[in-house]
Nanobody, 126 residues
Framework: QVQLVESGGGLVQAGGSLRLSCVDSGRTTSSSAMGWFRQAPGKEREFVAALNWSGMSTYYADSVKGRFTISRDTAKNTVHLQMNSLKPEDTAVYYC???????????????????WGQGTQVTVSS
């Protein structure tokens, strides 16, 4: 059973960095494509980054490209989101998501993800 748990959120000043982690305690997503999404207050949830099952192909929203890096540690069943040069507009709840193991490609479409974590709050002060 897939159980995604995010961690690493917090309060940081603009220009700072945070590293989010997503652990699959069910140990079933090692061959799954994974993604990160975020939802700011009063806004729709949006795509942030994704990677394919091997971690060799990555995808980013234009708003975070060059600042955020998604990666995976298959041995630890963990996906990371390294966030640098943070801006106040990055403030949101960040969610980790996984596709079913049959789908190896990452996607920017929320509907293509079957499993979601509970989210972790990231707040960037100006």
């Amino acid at each position: 059973q897939v159980q995604l748990v995010e961690s690493g959120g917090g309060l940081v000043q603009a220009g700072g960095s945070l590293r989010l982690s997503c652990v699959d305690s069910g140990r079933t997503t090692s061959s799954s494509a994974m993604g990160w999404f975020r939802q700011a207050p009063g806004k729709e949830r949006e795509f942030v980054a994704a990677l394919n099952w091997s971690g060799m192909s990555t995808y980013y929203a234009d708003s975070v490209k060059g600042r955020f890096t998604i990666s995976r540690d298959t041995a630890k069943n963990t996906v990371h989101l390294q966030m640098n040069s943070l801006k106040p507009e990055d403030t949101a709840v960040y969610y980790c998501a996984a596709r079913r193991p049959a789908y190896h490609s990452g996607s920017y479409l929320q509907d293509e993800y079957d499993y979601w974590g509970q989210g972790t709050q990231v707040t960037v002060s100006s």
